[in-house]
């Protein structure tokens, strides 16, 4: 019998592989390609609230499998797959810019250019 986290996992990943933008690959620090052709749901103007000033933000975020993603390097970046394109994300990088939210299964980041 299957454990409840691994209905889960196999529930998440369902769902992402139904509402997925595209793909994206993910990059090292350096540019190098760390993990590729990741699922990935794609928004545009998140509201994002500045702790220091109070202020909202308009952000992008992407939102991946995480045990997919694996270990990550926090100055990474995503783009978009070439097999699978994002359309918002085409001809360049996004840099990890922080968390929005991690459940566990799935991880979606705040990036910027």
Excluded: W
């Amino acid at each position: 019998m299957a454990s409840f986290a691994d209905l889960t996992s196999e529930m998440d990943a369902t769902l992402l592989a139904s509402l997925k933008d595209g793909r994206v690959d993910f990059l090292t620090a350096s540019g190098s390609v760390a993990v590729e052709g990741l699922d990935a749901i794609v928004e545009q103007d998140v509201e994002r609230i500045d702790e220091l000033s109070g202020a909202v933000q308009r952000v992008v975020t992407i939102c991946v499998l995480k045990n997919a993603l694996g270990g990550y390097d926090r100055k990474g970046a995503f783009r978009s797959n070439s097999g699978e394109p994002v359309e918002l994300l085409a001809d360049k990088a996004m840099h990890l810019d922080g968390i929005e939210s991690d459940d566990g299964s799935l991880i979606t980041f705040y990036v910027r250019p």
